[in-house]
């Protein structure tokens, strides 16, 4: 008998997270949909009538909430296939010396202790579910490679690349796989919460180029859950053709 795939995503409100629930239930995955804002989280349901949905109103950062979300999942959610940990933000495009210390609190407070939350939470419930079980982080280019603004946002994605290797190797033998999925420029509402609003900022920022879509990264998503169980990408660097690195910088009397 077929395996019933259930998939928990955060952040599922927007962007990627709202994208990906899309592509899952195309292909008649039951959702565990999360994120603050209920009143999207109630549309996604109503739009999604083809397959199972729960919803649940969800800060990654508070952890008893994450804890009790999970233990609380109904029985047919409850045996979880992928943990798509999506849910993330850079605040503060502006160089480090301009930046509020709350600003970078709480990029690390939903980039990395969020993340961490979410995956401590269901991990038993994925080591259960066992071969093919997937854990998709996701990263950034951020976390890889530097740039002027992105000090804590880009620090904080270095970390969701290496948390991933290294839960890979105390996964090892589990069946469970885990992959840093790290997307370039995308259009979202990414920028405009970034920039705290700046709906001119953030146009500017994607007018006159090909950045990837939301779609785009939701179609990696499901490509890498739907492997065969033998196969983990352990990352995914994925940016638009249209972008590319810059030069090293170099200050001149
Ligand atoms: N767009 C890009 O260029 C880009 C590139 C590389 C990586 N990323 C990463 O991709 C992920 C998704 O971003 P996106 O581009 O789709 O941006 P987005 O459209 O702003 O979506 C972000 C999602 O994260 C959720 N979220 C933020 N803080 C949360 C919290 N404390 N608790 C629960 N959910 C929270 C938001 O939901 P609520 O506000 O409703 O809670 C929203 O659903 C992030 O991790 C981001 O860092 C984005």
Same mark, same amino acid.
């Given at each position: 008998?077929?395996?019933?795939?259930?998939?928990?995503?955060?952040?599922?409100?927007?962007?990627?997270?709202?994208?990906?629930?899309?592509?899952?239930?195309?292909?008649?995955?039951?959702? +565990?949909? /999360? =994120?603050?804002?209920?009143?999207?989280?109630?549309?996604?349901?109503?739009?999604?009538?083809? *397959?199972?949905?729960?919803?649940?109103?969800? !800060?990654?950062?508070?952890?008893?909430?994450?804890?009790?979300? *999970?233990?609380?999942?109904?029985?047919?959610f409850a045996q979880v296939k992928?943990?798509?940990?999506?849910?993330? $933000?850079? $605040?503060?495009?502006?160089?480090?010396? @301009? +930046?509020? %210390?709350?600003?970078?609190?709480?990029?690390?407070?939903?980039?990395?202790?969020? $993340?961490?939350?979410? #995956?401590?939470?269901?991990?038993?419930? %994925?080591?259960?579910?066992?071969?093919?079980? #997937?854990?998709?982080?996701?990263? /950034?280019?951020?976390? @890889?490679?530097?740039?002027?603004?992105?000090? +804590?946002?880009?620090?904080?994605?270095?970390?969701?690349?290496?948390?991933?290797?290294?839960?890979?190797?105390?996964?090892?033998?589990?069946? +469970?796989?885990?992959?840093?999925?790290?997307?370039?420029?995308?259009?979202?509402?990414?920028?405009?919460?970034?920039?705290? =609003? !700046?709906?001119?900022?953030? !146009?500017? %920022?994607?007018?006159?180029?090909?950045?990837? /879509?939301?779609?785009?990264?939701?179609?990696?998503?499901?490509?890498?859950?739907?492997?065969? !169980?033998?196969?983990?990408?352990?990352? *995914?660097?994925?940016?638009?053709?249209?972008?590319?690195?810059?030069?090293?910088?170099?200050?001149?009397?």
């Open positions: 008998m077929m395996k019933n795939n259930i998939a928990f995503i955060t952040g599922a409100t927007s962007g990627f997270g709202r994208a990906a629930a899309r592509r899952f239930a195309q292909d008649g995955w039951s959702l +565990v949909l /999360s =994120g603050r804002r209920m009143e999207r989280l109630i549309e996604l349901k109503e739009e999604l009538t083809d *397959v199972p949905v729960h919803i649940i109103q969800l !800060d990654v950062r508070d952890e008893e909430a994450v804890q009790q979300a *999970v233990a609380e999942l109904p029985a047919e992928l943990l798509l940990n999506n849910a993330g $933000l850079a $605040l503060a495009p502006q160089g480090a010396p @301009q +930046v509020e %210390l709350k600003d970078w609190h709480t990029m690390i407070d939903t980039n990395i202790k969020g $993340l961490v939350n979410v #995956t401590h939470a269901l991990l038993p419930r %994925l080591i259960e579910t066992g071969a093919g079980a #997937t854990i998709l982080n996701v990263g /950034s280019i951020a976390g @890889q490679w530097p740039y002027p603004g992105s000090h +804590v946002y880009g620090a904080s994605k270095a970390f969701v690349k290496q948390f991933s290797y290294n839960l890979r190797c105390d996964l090892q033998g589990t069946g +469970v796989r885990v992959t840093d999925l790290a997307p370039g420029i995308a259009e979202t509402e990414f920028t405009l919460v970034r920039t705290k =609003g !700046d709906q001119q900022a953030s !146009d500017n %920022l994607y007018n006159g180029t090909t950045p990837l /879509s939301a779609e785009d990264i939701a179609e990696q998503m499901f490509y890498i859950a739907t492997l065969p !169980d033998h196969i983990n990408i352990n990352r *995914v660097e994925v940016m638009p053709t249209r972008q590319a690195w810059s030069a090293f910088a170099i200050d001149r009397d």
